[in-house]
């Protein structure tokens, strides 16, 4: 919970009122969980606009979000860094 207050709290900072804290909850087949049990984590979404899920061959990435998405883990970086 801590590392999410602190992802959401940076997105604010990145993206102001755009950042949102409300995500329905998905499942996943994903091995992030187990660097989770070793090192305080949490995921972040940047959002990919309209497009299919990843891992379909209709998922068109959404290169606008590169900027965004650097300028957050880079926010972070020097948060955690500071």
Request: glycine share 8%.
């Amino acid at each position: 919970e801590k590392q999410s207050e602190l992802a959401f709290s940076i997105a604010k900072k990145t993206v102001g009122n755009k950042a949102s804290a409300s995500q329905k909850p998905m499942m996943g087949s994903e091995d992030f969980s187990y660097f989770l049990n070793k090192i305080p984590g949490c995921f972040a979404w940047i959002g990919n606009g309209p497009s299919a899920s990843l891992h379909n061959p209709k998922y068109d990435f959404n290169d606008s979000v590169l900027t965004t998405g650097s300028s957050f883990l880079a926010s972070l970086a020097e948060d955690r860094l500071a």
